[in-house]
């Protein structure tokens, strides 16, 4: 995928941090949780792969790109707040935790993999 495509979609979807989670997030994450989904089923359209590896039998991702939007963080902290069982004060307090430390950037996370050579 083109850097250019990851940038128009990334300016597609909101980038600033509201004051509070946004809803229909926090209720799917809650959703996927309760219906005992995987972690990797929050992730939705913030996971881009850049690397898999294919092990004889079928294809692994290995490396992959997060990025920590507004949409996602939102789906995260609904998803941990059935499965660590938070009351509503403690998802909103994370969130302004999370606020906080995100003014004004945009942010990823990156998961490399060294295979051997």
């Not at 609904?78 to 004004?104: C, D, F, H, T």
């Amino acid at each position: 995928m083109s850097p250019f495509v990851v940038l128009a979609a990334a300016f597609a979807r909101p980038i600033s941090m509201p004051n509070s989670p946004i809803g229909s997030e926090v209720r799917l994450g809650m959703k996927l949780a309760r219906e005992k989904r995987p972690q990797e089923s929050v992730f939705l359209g913030a996971r881009q792969v850049l690397g898999q590896w294919f092990d004889g039998s079928k294809r692994k991702v290995v490396e992959d790109v997060i990025w920590l939007s507004p949409d996602f963080l939102s789906r995260w902290l609904g998803y941990l707040s059935v499965r660590e069982g938070w009351l509503e004060p403690e998802l909103q307090l994370r969130w302004i935790k999370l606020k906080a430390r995100m003014i004004n950037e945009l942010a990823f996370v990156v998961h490399l993999s060294a295979l051997e050579r």
